[in-house]
T-cell receptor, first 110, second 115 residues
Framework: SQTIHQWPATLVQPVGSPLSLECTVE??????LYWYRQAAGRGLQLLFY??????ISSEVPQNLSASRPQDRQFILSSKKLLLSDSGFYLC?????????FGQGTRLTVV | DQQVKQNSPSLSVQEGRISILNCDYT??????FLWYKKYPAEGPTFLIS?????DKNEDGRFTVFLNKSAKHLSLHIVPSQPGDSAVYFC??????????????FGKGTKLSVIP
């Protein structure tokens, strides 16, 4: 069966520091991968999606970037965090019908 | 422009009664609709879905109804249980091949089931 791992679960970072969140999927090949963010009191906002290694599409212009160095690895990064980057970040993969989410990372920028 | 709307931010229901969560959409290209359940500090988990060619899908205590002409869907939970207390997200996706599959989410409705 397929599983998705996302870490860390919580992260507190100072403004201006870099960020790296990692997500890996097991049990499937060439999945579509996604990064979402849930800001306080808001819904799930799609940030990036990837249909293959090195292929990244950005939905929202921002301070973040994504990379897919391997088939089942998806990384969310920032060179300098802003206070507005705080939120709950979710990685997901799809089987073209349903999206399956990781446990999420609670990022607090202080 | 919000393409998927959940107009009720919260809902309280007595245990054993029916919970009805509503969702409206504006994009006629949406072809597939899903409901997710989310507990605090966890990722959303898939609950139930419905294709635009159907008007009803049932799975145990959960039933989703789709009214395409009204661009409206609803999730019914019967009977409601305290463990159903969570945030419920409605999501929709358009038709398309590989690479175009994307979900658009509503802002969620927080359901509280009172024992």
């Amino acid at each position: 069966s397929q599983t998705i791992h996302q870490w860390p679960a919580t992260l507190v970072q100072p403004v201006g520091s870099p960020l790296s969140l990692e997500c890996t999927v097991e049990g499937t090949s060439n999945p579509n991968l996604y990064w979402y963010r849930q800001a306080a009191g808001r819904g799930l906002q799609l940030l990036f999606y990837s249909v293959g290694i090195g292929q990244i599409s950005s939905e929202v212009p921002q301070n973040l970037s994504a990379s897919r160095p391997q088939d089942r690895q998806f990384i969310l990064s920032s060179k300098k965090l802003l206070l507005s980057d705080s939120g709950f970040y979710l990685c997901a993969w799809t089987d073209q019908v349903v999206a399956f989410f990781g446990q999420g990372t609670r990022l607090t920028v202080v | 422009d919000q393409q998927v709307k959940q107009n009720s931010p919260s809902l309280s229901v007595q245990e054993g009664r029916i919970s009805i969560l509503n969702c409206d959409y504006t994009n006629s290209m949406f072809d597939y609709f899903l409901w997710y359940k989310k507990y605090p500090a966890e990722g959303p988990t898939f609950l139930i879905s419905i294709s635009s060619i159907k008007d009803k899908n049932e799975d145990g205590r959960f039933t989703v109804f789709l009214n395409k002409s009204a661009k409206h869907l609803s999730l019914h939970i019967v009977p409601s249980q305290p463990g159903d207390s969570a945030v419920y997200f409605c999501a929709a996706s358009p038709k398309g091949g590989a690479g175009s599959y994307q979900l658009t989410f509503g802002k969620g409705t927080k359901l509280s089931v009172i024992p």
